[in-house]
Every structure is written in structure tokens, then in C-alpha cells.
């Protein structure tokens, strides 16, 4: 399985980044995907979430209202696009693969199996 995350760079506070990831080696059109975040001496956090056919997500209340988590199942790949970006927003954002979960969306790292690199996001006030 790989999960490769790709997107991230250095924005100003307002703007907008979009995020992608794509994976191989597993169904993805069964599996639920979520992105998390984790800034410098942080515990990696949950962002967004979204179950195998797209019609549930799960947010964080710091992404509620500026974050949606899209997905091509066609193209293995899900998205985060985040608006109205604020320093606060800076970290490395992973996405990760939840493959056990058959209902609903789940929002806790031990819940999640593989994980991409991640990629930089830095937002400048």
C-alpha cells in the first residue's frame, strides 16, 4: 500500500491549498480515508474524514466551514481543500487509509492502518 500526499507550500493567512493523495495497493473504493495534521511538538491531530463512497465526512470544528474532503474513487485519490488558511493551520498533513471500517466515518489515529509521508503546510500571517 502507498499513500502519496502531495499539495503543500507556504500561503498567506486567507488563502487557499489544495491537497491530494493517491493510493495504490488497496481497494480504494472500499476504504475510508482522513487526513490529520501535526505542527512542531504537537500530537498529530484529526482534520477530516470520509467514508468509502463519499456521501459522509467528518470534520474537525477547526476545519468546519473552510475544509471539505473530496474523492475520485475513479483515480484512487482523495482530496483536502482548505480555504480561509490561518497560521494556526501549519503542519504536516498526512492522509491515511482506514480499511477495517465498514460503516460511518472514524476520526482517531488508531483506527487509521497506512499513512502517507505527508506534506509541509505553512501559513504566513
Known amino acids: 500500500v502507498q499513500l502519496q500526499a502531495s499539495g503543500g507550500g507556504l500561503v498567506q493567512a486567507g488563502g487557499s491549498l489544495r491537497l491530494s493523495c493517491a493510493a495504490s495497493?488497496?481497494?480504494?473504493?472500499?476504504?475510508?480515508m482522513g487526513w490529520f495534521r501535526q505542527a512542531p511538538g504537537q500530537e498529530r491531530e484529526f482534520v477530516a474524514a470520509?467514508?468509502?463512497?463519499?456521501?459522509?465526512?467528518s470534520y474537525a470544528d477547526s476545519a468546519k466551514g473552510r475544509f471539505t474532503i473530496p474523492r475520485d474513487n475513479a483515480k484512487s485519490t482523495v482530496h483536502l481543500q482548505m480555504n480561509s488558511l490561518k497560521p494556526e493551520d501549519t503542519g504536516v498533513y498526512y492522509c491515511?487509509?482506514?480499511?477495517?471500517?465498514?460503516?460511518?466515518?472514524?476520526?482517531?489515529?488508531?483506527?487509521?492502518?497506512?499513512w502517507g509521508q505527508g506534506t509541509q503546510v505553512t501559513v504566513s500571517s
Open positions: 491515511a487509509s482506514a480499511r477495517l471500517v465498514r460503516f460511518g466515518v472514524v476520526e482517531t489515529t488508531t483506527d487509521y492502518d497506512y
Open positions: 495497493g488497496l481497494p480504494f473504493s472500499t476504504t475510508n
Open positions: 470520509i467514508n468509502r463512497g463519499g456521501s459522509i465526512t
